[in-house]
């Protein structure tokens, strides 16, 4: 249980295009969904946290007009990069909380398995 | 400012030995800590979790210990296997995001 997917999983756009990225809780369903962002060989960074019916909340030094966010229902959230430009290059990786698990490890993020976008 | 630091940025075990991960962080309003392995390209895939309130939880190969007052946390797996070399991120939680660690390459050796 607890499967978070992402698609598509790699990438390549032009310079000034948009893509969009789904983030889905294949198992469960997750009022709140996260967006992180990993450079490499560096930690992940937290972008935004998306809830359900709701605008998300970005974290400060993260661009709401270009890094648009939605989570229209309880098993998906969108991320997506408008007028992507080179150094948007990264990997992005969204998880969800399971706010129902209970049990020994309650309310936990569950990653999907990452986006690796290129822009050219 | 880097509240959760893995100060080790690799670790390596032989076979059927124990692996300790390290992990400190600085904000006491942390609620939960928890630990992530991660392979290249890949999300990170949740193994054990403590909670503020406690200071062990045990889940098979795995233990947490949590000390409070050194803000300090480890992660000890026991056996070591091959199959568990990756890198491995603690992350603390407050207001239900997660603050992560820089990460601990993990190599066991056969």
């Known amino acids: 249980g607890a499967v978070v997917s992402q698609h598509p999983s790699r990438v390549i756009c032009k310079s000034g295009t948009s893509v969009k990225i789904e983030c889905r809780s294949l198992?469960?369903?997750?009022?709140?969904m996260f967006w992180y962002r990993q450079f490499p060989k560096q930690s992940l960074m937290l972008m935004a946290t998306?809830?359900?019916?709701?605008?998300?909340?970005?974290e400060q030094g993260v661009e709401k007009d270009k890094f648009l966010i939605n989570h229209a229902s309880l098993t998906l959230s969108t991320l997506t990069v408008t007028s992507a430009h080179p150094e948007d290059s990264s990997f992005y990786i969204c998880?969800?909380?399971?706010?129902?698990?209970?049990?020994?490890?309650?309310?936990?993020?569950?990653f999907g398995p990452g986006t690796r976008l290129t822009v050219l | 400012d880097q509240q959760v630091k893995q100060n080790s940025p690799s670790l390596s075990v032989q076979e059927g030995r124990i692996s300790i991960l390290n992990c400190d962080y600085t904000n006491s309003m942390f609620d939960y800590f928890l630990w992530y392995k991660k392979y290249p390209a890949e999300g990170p895939t949740f193994l054990i979790s403590?909670?503020?309130?406690?200071d062990k939880n045990e889940d098979g190969r795995f233990t947490v210990f949590l000390n409070k007052s050194a803000k300090h946390l480890s992660l000890h797996i026991v056996p070591s296997q091959p199959g568990d070399s990756a890198v491995y991120f603690c992350?603390?939680?407050?207001?239900?995001?997660?603050?992560f660690g820089q990460g601990t390459i993990l190599t066991v050796h056969p």
């Open positions: 403590i909670s503020s309130i406690k």
């Open positions: 998306s809830n359900e019916g709701s605008k998300a909340t970005y």
């Open positions: 992350a603390a939680r407050r207001y239900g995001k997660l603050t």
């Open positions: 998880s969800a909380r399971d706010g129902a698990r209970g049990g020994r490890f309650p309310d936990t993020q569950y």
């Open positions: 198992d469960f369903q997750a009022t709140t």
